[in-house]
Structures are given as C-alpha cells and as structure tokens.
C-alpha cells in the first residue's frame, strides 16, 4: 500500500534556531500534501495544505512565515518551523494523496516529535 | 464549529468486549467516512471506511455502520483485544475538505 515517510521522528532544537521536516511519498507521486499539529492527547489541526508547485494554503491562524511549507516535488514535502520557541513543541504529522481529493484516502506519516528548549 | 462530533472521550472495556465509538455531521456534502488508529508517538493509520451509499462494512474484527438520514457513523471493534488500545479517530471528508472528531481513547484490559 501507500507509504508516506517522514523525518527525523523526534528532535530537539535550542530556541530560536530553525527545523526542517521532511515527508515522502515512498512508492506514489503525492500532488496534495498536508501537514498537521497535534497537540497531547487532542485531535490533529490541519495546518496547510500543499500542492506540488504552488504555494501551500494556510489555515486561520497558522503563521505562514513561521511554518514554511515547500512540495517542491511530487514525491517531497518540507515543513520548516523558523525561530523555534518553546509553543511551537508538539506533534507534526504529514499525510499525502496522490488523487488530491480524500475520497481516495490519505496515508499519514508516522509524524515528528518537535521539542524546543 | 467542530464539523465531526465523536463520542466518547474514552472508553474502558474488557478483553472481548465490543466498544462502539459514535460519530455525528452535519454537512451532507460529506461522501466518504474513513475510520483511523493512532498509538502513542506515531501518526494515524486508517483502519476502514466507508461511503454513505453503504449501511455497513466489516473488515474483520473492525464495523463501520452508518446512518444516513440521521448523519451518524460508528465503529464497532469486535472481540476486542488489548493490542486495540489506542486512540481512534472518525474523519468526514468531501472534495478536498477533510475532518477529524475529537477522538477516542480506547483501553481494553486484558
């Protein structure tokens, strides 16, 4: 089935330092990709959607300057969380589908624990 | 305005038991009702779905009965294990607009 690989699973920053997240699709071409926060023990919020070389739609409230988004390919997705401060420590989750549309189900990736000290 | 309303919050039941996790809507552009698993640390996995021209599905242990005219959905783990622990999530989706319920924390002791 459809695999969707994302890294590094856990890291560690120094506040107001940069991380960078990465999802792939391993074995299909994903056109939409999306990215998640979830918060412990909360369901995930929907944080952008990406399309591959377009610029990524943002949800109400997320700071696009401080969550870059790039699908610079149809296999690759970045989340880059810029100036790093404690708030922005949770769980990130990526999901893809090659359709665009959920009807035809999203894969999720195994997500990224993010702690900023 | 929570578009996808899951309840409960948590459930406890015993080896072999049957939780049923109940989910309601209200957009009925939703077309398709994926059920996922999430454990501690990793990302949600879907486990079955369902479109709303269906009344039931089974795969396996797992049972997706839905409801249209009342716009309700539930998932039915049957002969439930402790391996089923983990939380579940029902999600509605139409187009590219996709919600998550709020989730369901699932203990089943042995």
């Given amino acids: 089935g459809a695999v969707v690989s994302q890294h590094p699973s856990r890291v560690i920053c120094k506040s107001g330092t940069s991380v960078k997240i990465e999802c792939r699709s391993l074995d299909f071409q994903a056109t939409t990709m999306f990215w998640y926060r979830q918060f412990p023990k909360k369901s995930l919020m929907l944080m952008a959607t990406s399309n591959e070389g377009s610029k990524a739609t943002y949800e109400q409230g997320v700071e696009k300057d401080k969550f870059l988004i790039n699908h610079a390919s149809l296999t690759l997705s970045t989340l880059t969380v810029t100036s790093a401060h404690p708030e922005d420590s949770s769980f990130y989750i990526c999901s893809a589908s090659s359709q665009g549309v959920f009807s035809d189900g999203y894969t999720f990736g195994s997500g990224t624990r993010l702690t900023v000290v | ?110």
């Fill in chain 2, 1 to 110: 305005q929570q578009q996808v309303k899951q309840s409960p919050q948590s459930l406890i039941v015993q080896k072999g038991g049957i939780p049923i996790i109940n989910c309601a809507y209200e957009n009925t552009a939703f077309d398709y009702f994926p059920w996922y698993q999430q454990f501690p640390g990793k990302g949600p996995a879907l486990l079955i779905a369902i479109r709303p021209d269906v009344s039931e599905k089974k795969e396996g242990r797992f049972t997706i009965s839905f409801n249209k005219s009342a716009k309700q959905f539930s998932l039915h783990i049957m002969d439930s294990q402790p391996g089923d622990s983990a939380t579940y999530f029902c999600a509605a989706t139409a187009g590219n607009q996709f919600y998550f319920g709020t989730g369901t924390s699932l203990t089943v002791i042995p």
